[in-house]
């Protein structure tokens, strides 16, 4: 039985977040918002008026979130803060799920809010490309326009791929393409921007397994 309207605005914005996430824009809805936080569907239709509004709301907080992580990303321009600003698309991107809806803002039938949103962003990215990009032969307006094109089509090329990871293949192939711009950066500075390596529990059982014959070899030997 769903509680009476307890939960916080703050706590509906999340589980709208994670429901967004997880259905997409299209299946968005109050029912399923309502019961990832546990209210009457009621509930959140007086405060929210309509699904519309309550998406609406939801992702303007989220270009806002993406907009002040951008903003924040500093550094002399060159080949290290234009990897700085690839890992942190990567991981915004695949942290939360999103692949291209996050770029798109609700597919085709989107409202002019979220055109709006969708520019707002796109705006942003170009901005922070462009006071990381050092002088090129080319025009700085065509490097940016190249950058930004690379990160668009590698979260698209991420969508084909089982079981990739996001943020590493963000960083390989921006250095690629750092490369080939002949763009200057730190090989150690980029492996430090990659995720840590998971370590399996069957891969850590195996290895304690190898151990314990070695420890009885010793004592058996007097070691």
Known sequence: MARP???SDEEIFSAAERVLVQLGGHRFSIAAVAEAVGLSRAAII???KSTEALRDEVLKRMV???IERMNAISGEPGGN???LLAS???AQVSRRGLG???FDGGGQNRSELLQQLVRIRSETIDRVIARAMPELHI???EAVAMFSTHLGGTVLAWQSMENADLLTLMIERSRTWLELAGIPYDKAF???LLPAPRKSGPVRKAAAAKKVPEKKAKKKSGA
């Open 81 to 83: 803060t234009l990897l």
């Open 46 to 48: 007086l405060r929210f």
């Open 139 to 141: 025009a700085r307006r």
């Open 5 to 7: 309207q307890l939960a």
């Open 100 to 102: 291209t809806s996050f």
């Open 88 to 90: 942190a698309v990567g």
């Open 64 to 66: 806002q979130a993406f």
């Open 190 to 192: 980029a492996r430090s």
